[in-house]
């Protein structure tokens, strides 16, 4: 037994020695194929500063299990030392006994920023900001900004923008970046070289994806986050917002899909968690199609007349539910955008009315053409009333493909009025609904053409 520990030391103590010259991203990357323990050991043996910066990286899938494996004044002074955000996020993941044990390890300044962090509502800015940045007031001068910056540079996450505070209430006043401050004069005062604008800010309960759309559109590299008294309490960096839009997006791709979002990357989740999450949506879409399946008993007797319109029922459904699925996934990202409000739910029926009928008809017209090239190639026939069997099939597509445009567009809005996340409108939900819609469609246009002829 002691044989196996010493060689996984020694390993580890390896791995170490030749992972602490390569850049962080590669020993994230290597890292992340190794099992817990072993990260745990690599943890352990890598320089303390070079551990930090390994840790802060949000990569690192398996940082908590890790950490929880290390001795505990270890542990408690890698959390200290690493990005209050990112130590708030693997703080997070920690069981409660985990939590308790490091709690007293870590230094009161962590422990408080930890506690402010956690306690902001979940993909909120809150949640994502640091509370490392610089900050300085507004009576100071540009070299005693430039002193201050080199003293705390490297206990801040971005030293890129500087906060300038009122000297006597610390409300923010305006921002500054390094730039301006190097190319300032030195005893000049530091408001000298502040842009005249105020800073675009943001109060910690906004949603993530508002922050993004602010760093987008004001090209900013962070959004200071204020309190109710204009006080700065963190900032948001662009980084946190890229790897936080990474999971929005990864969320919403697998709602889309139709399932739960994933807790954890697609390799590490256990397979009952795995099964949990899909088996819900499946159910649900299963005693949708029940429905599909009820509806074509309904109209058993027309088709027995005409066996051959049976022929075109998994072309009038896909159809139908291609072109639903299509208007959700526009309408679903113009929203997440803020291309469109809820407000806007009657430009997009204007938009998607004739939308969907140049669509059906140019599907109608390809269905028509296909049935009237097989029965003059003699591949099929189609028996003596086949131009109004392919009238049948071109018009039923034209109403099948508008209705799913439509029904693909407003279940979004109705998803989001309803307080639900329009990602849900998942593209097989939405083939679901229109399939029976699609049927009864279908059978409605079969009705009134082949009506006296085939039924």
Known sequence: MNDTVDTTDLLAVTLAQTLAQEHVADIVETLNDQDDATIAHVLAELPFERAVEVLDQPELTAAAEAMALLPDQRAGALLSAMSADRAADVFQEFDEETRARLSGRIDRQTRSDLKKLLAYPEHSAGSIMTT????????????????????????????????????????????????RL??????????????AHKPITVTPEVDRE????????????????IDADEHVIGIVTFDDVIDAMIAETTEDVQK?????????????????????????????????????????????????????????????????????SQAT???????????????????????????????????GAIGIVRIAVWQWLGLYDYGPHWMLIAATVGGAL??????????????????????FDPASASAPLVATLVDVTGLVIYFGVAALILSGTLL
């Open 398 to 419: 034209i109403g099948i493909v508008t209705f799913g445009s439509l029904m693909g567009s407003m279940l979004p809005f109705l998803l989001k009025r309803a307080g």
């Open 329 to 363: 996934s526009l309408i679903i990202r113009a929203l997440a955008l803020r291309e469109i409000t809820l407000k806007d739910w009657w430009r997009v029926v204007l938009r998607e009315l004739p939308s969907g009928l140049v669509l059906g008809s140019i599907l």
């Open 132 to 179: 490392e940045f610089v900050s300085v007031p507004s009576n100071w001068t540009v070299q005693q900004t430039l002193d201050h910056i080199r003293r705390v540079e490297r206990s801040r996450e971005t030293v890129y923008a500087i906060y300038v505070l009122d000297s006597v209430t610390r409300k923010l006043v305006r921002a500054v970046s390094l730039r």
């Open 182 to 195: 190097i190319a300032g004069d030195p005893e000049a005062p530091v408001e000298s070289v502040v842009p």
């Open 210 to 225: 508002d922050v993004a759309r602010l760093i987008t559109k004001y090209d900013l590299l962070s959004v200071p986050v």
């Open 256 to 324: 889309l899909g139709g399932m739960e979002a994933l807790d954890e990357p697609y390799n590490e989740i256990g397979f009952v968690a795995m099964i949990r999450k899909r088996a819900g949506w499946l159910s649900i879409l299963l005693l949708g199609e029940m429905l599909t399946a009820s509806a074509m008993q309904y109209f058993q007797t027309e088709l027995e007349k005409a066996i051959v319109l049976t022929l075109f029922i998994p072309l009038i459904m896909s159809s139908g539910g291609n072109s639903g």
